[in-house]
């Protein structure tokens, strides 16, 4: 696990947003729904990947997720630094990582939010639409690491796994 105090800068890393009240008194009934549901329980109700971030930037970094808010793949500028994001950083990522990540979410912009996809947190067996996307889901498969079923906070607890070296330099 990277243990790197947030101010320091990375290469590519991962934003998780707090959704339960008791770590961010502003996550919605929406965000503590994902945190509570069975397979997604956690304190993280969204992922995003986060390119170059620092600190020293004002906190805000240049994010890619996909949002139901923000209709699907996006890429967007969000303030880190507000306390309610726990910032990892991803271990080994290089160059040719932070341009098969920035290319994939560029292939993918605008592809719609992945209802389906987030309801198998609850119903097992749930469908999975082919080309749309949830949070966790279009990260890991950016990174090219499979993502099927991963919550937010799935992916936190198996990030290191999740984005090891080896994985993205496999990845087509």
């Known amino acids: 696990m990277d243990t790197r105090p947030f101010e320091q800068s990375a290469l590519l890393s991962i934003a998780y947003y707090k959704g339960r009240k008791a770590l961010n008194p502003k996550a919605k009934w929406g ?5 509570a549901w069975p397979r997604s329980r956690g304190d993280f109700s969204h992922a995003e990947m ?3 971030y620092r600190a020293s930037a004002g906190g805000a970094g240049l994010c890619a997720s996909a949002s139901l808010r923000d209709h699907g793949v ?5 303030d880190l630094s507000s306390g309610r994001w726990e910032l990892r950083h991803i271990e080994g990522a290089t160059e040719l990582d932070y341009e098969r990540c920035i290319r994939w979410f ?9 209802l389906l996809g987030i309801a198998g947190f609850v119903l097992p067996g749930a469908l ?3 080309r749309a996307f949830y949070c966790s889901e279009a990260c890991a498969l950016a ?5 099927q079923q991963i919550s937010p906070s799935r992916l936190f607890e198996l990030q290191d796994a999740v984005f090891a070296p080896h994985v993205a330099s496999t990845a087509a």
């Open 74 to 78: 996006r890429f967007k500028s969000i």
């Open 143 to 147: 990174w090219g690491a499979p993502a």
């Open 50 to 52: 986060v390119f170059g």
């Open 31 to 35: 965000d503590q729904a994902i945190c």
């Open 128 to 130: 999975q639409l082919k």
């Open 106 to 114: 560029g292939m993918h912009l605008c592809a719609p939010y992945d």
